[in-house]
């Protein structure tokens, strides 16, 4: 789960995280009267969406005044941002975060994640922070610093001073920097983040060293422990076809293509989604409808399959293991029927009564394409979805 801006930072200043002092607003007026409050010559208005880029598309604007702060928000609020990160459609803007001013002398970047690879968290860092670091990333990856620490051991000072010094921090910023660095560090773990970047992390002119940007996400398997942040959800910020499912309990992510696939298993979906596009086809979900499907649930999955207009076609792949195939197949027909489907079906079954659900599909007299293989799924799938024969 994502959070906004704002709300990460006053979780990293509940960690003893430096960031500046900030109101947020959902009008220019509240704008202007938020950066009267906060006082200092100059505020930053900043666009508050699950997305980052908002720099380069215009969504944060420095302001010199409470007037030019109104007038900044007032351009910003109700913008449809564009960034790398909000997809083709963009994100309407709906609030923003004025925060006072920093002078800033030098930008930087960390972040923690975990590192699955070496089953360590890492700490990532570089001098070359702002709005640039995936390019940095790829084009100068020797100014990009990694330290791992092991999980059991914890971090260690010594491994953020080093990181410090790389960085080329003098003295007192590295103190501040191994101070900034831990507290980070207890809120990934107390919150169970599953990342935090700072981006960027600044060092003003008089030596503080501030988060300027806070962006952070929580393992969403962590978060019955955290009610706290569950509380922060924004579901507007969320894909509209996510949070439906979310609802119903189906695990479902969109995605661009257009063949709809409901299948039972995250693995399965997985190896559903590489063997359409191993077809030459493109997947427009993944959904993994569960190993304790029933009726209502495949009903409730092809609804949520066909609000996704770019579906053409769509292939139901089930493995019977607990999940019974005749279940499955009288939910495929009954919804089929209510919904009166449109597009062309395709529907592999493979386990637990599987043959009793296959002449559930043949006697339904609908237009059901069976298949037997999931190679075969996969090619009448992409040949339907092609407009071909189905
Ligand atoms: P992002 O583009 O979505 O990552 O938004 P950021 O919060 O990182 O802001 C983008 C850029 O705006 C930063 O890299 C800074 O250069 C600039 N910026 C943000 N806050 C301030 C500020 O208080 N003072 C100054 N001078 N620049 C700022
Ligand atoms: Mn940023």
Known sequence: MNVHEYQAKALLAEFGVPVPAGVLATTPAEAGAGARKLGTPVVVVKAQIHAGGRGKAGGVKLAKSPEE???????????????????????????????????IADELYLAILFDRAVERFALVASTEGGMEIEEVASTNPEKIHTVHVEPNVGLKDYQSRALGYELGLAPEQVTKFVAFVAGLFELFLAKDCSQVEINPLVVTESGELIALDGKINFDDSALYRHPEIAGLRDPEEEDARERAANEIDLAYVGLDGNIGCMVNGAGLAMATLDMIHYCGGSPANFLDAGGGADKQKVKEAFKLILRDENVQAILVNIFGGIVRCDLIAEGVTAAAQDLELSVPLVVRLQGTMAEEGRAILANSGLDITPAETLQEAGELAVAAAKGGKG
């Open 69 to 103: 702060a109104e007038q900044a928000a007032s351009d910003i609020l109700g913008m449809t941002l564009h960034t790398p990160q909000t997809g083709p459609e963009g994100k309407l803007v709906r609030k923003v975060y004025v925060e006072a001013g920093s002078a």
